[in-house]
């Protein structure tokens, strides 16, 4: 079958190759016919290599829908034929991380599809766990419906739940990519008043703007941030996301938040960032920083299913999976136009 496989000593460091169909190794193991997949921006981190437990030669991808094409003796809640959203994190449910709900810490899992084990940038993806892992769709929801579900829109929701929003909030969501915007829909889910959108990308600032999906859009290149945030709201903001990882939007979010408000960092850095602790000192920020426990996969399926959330206007651009290798071109160098891309099968 044919895999994109990350190859640390290749010029391209990814290569598309033709791999043998996985197998079952425990019983609590599925294999899924991936019908529908996407690139992560991870993807993009790996293959430059910022991702040093990424095993060399793994099938890359983490973000995809499927249907069951084999199943495990031990496999209770599924059965062939059956059409699923899948969680990006594979994880067992019985250690001490999955029973406090921190399923990326799973000892026994985590963020491993796409990464430590072969992932979905192929046709056929062995999932482990798979009763914990994959989620059986309704019938009106697509594959397209639920591409995100297990992986950036989890990120959103993760993002906005770090917030602990309450009903008077103005936040700040700093990055208008998919994350972002996955993270301004879930906060208008979780009942937030106003969200400030901030992007130097002003295409995507318009679509946020055109999609609703926030109130206020400030580019920080051409104005002051700072003054911008107080016309809004004049002690800052209740609560800032970070969701860009740019040279300075870890610092803007110190700056731009209120006092004895909240940081959550889903930004996935290149490099180490400074915290300005003499500066905010007196300021008595929450600050909380994480990848994705992605634990509410089926709530998000429940809220797509009843039309209250739709992520389908995030993919820009169409590929085959035998056209992948364009795939990746388009989505790490035309960052102006692209979202997201879904690759078909
Ligand atoms: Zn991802
Ligand atoms: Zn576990």
Redesign the pocket.
Known sequence: MKALIYNKNSNKKIELVEIEKPKIIKDTDVILKVTLSSICTSDIHIKKGFVPRANDKVVLGHEFVGVVDEVGNNVKNLKIGDRVAVNCET?????Y??KCGF?NN????GWELGCRINGAQAEYVRIPYADNTLYKLPNNVSDRNALFVGDILSSGYFAALMLDIKKEDTIGIIGSGPVGMCAMISAKILGVKKIVAIDINEKRLKIAKNKGLADYFINPDKVDIEDEIKKITPYGLDGVIEAAGGKNTFNMAIQIARPNSTIGVVAMYEEDQIFPLPNCYGKNLTYKTGGVDAIHCEELIQLISENKINTDFLITKSYKLENILEAYEYFENSKEDVLKVEITY
């Open positions: 994880f067992c449910n019985k250690c991380f999955c399923v799973c000892i026994n899992g």
